[in-house]
Nanobody, 117 residues
Framework: QVRLVESGGGLVHSGGSLRLSCVAS????????MAWYRQAPGKERELIGF???????VYADSVKGRAIISRDNTKMTVYLQMNSLKPEDTGVYYC???????????WGQGTQVTVSS
């Protein structure tokens, strides 16, 4: 079984920064692709971006230029650095491992980010 745990959320003023972490544990030896999502109150969960096995990154237009996804394989951790935060960035942030041939997709429990104006 694979488990994902996010951390690093909190309350931040507009223009501030946060670094979220997603730690993978259990029956997993390497993180190939990891995606970050967020869900704002009353809205559907949206894809923020993802990192590939060769450290390529793709970002949604809403966070492009403000978000950086990176990884530390030695810690089985993927990070989401969010800069120049805006109130509309408020929401619960989730990391997700995609489905593979041997398991379903895995979601973390989420971490709350609140940006005050």
């Amino acid at each position: 079984q694979v488990r994902l745990v996010e951390s690093g959320g909190g309350l931040v003023h507009s223009g501030g920064s946060l670094r979220l972490s997603c730690v993978a544990s259990g029956m997993i030896t390497t993180i190939n692709v990891m995606a970050w999502y967020r869900q704002a109150p009353g809205k559907e969960r949206e894809l923020i971006g993802f990192i590939t096995s060769n450290d390529g990154t793709v970002y949604a237009d809403s966070v492009k230029g403000r978000a950086i996804i990176s990884r530390d394989n030695t810690k089985m951790t993927v990070y989401l650095q969010m800069n120049s935060l805006k109130p509309e960035d408020t929401g619960v942030y989730y990391c997700k491992l995609p489905q593979t041939h041997s398991r379903d997709e895995i979601w973390g429990q989420g971490t709350q980010v609140t940006v005050s104006s």
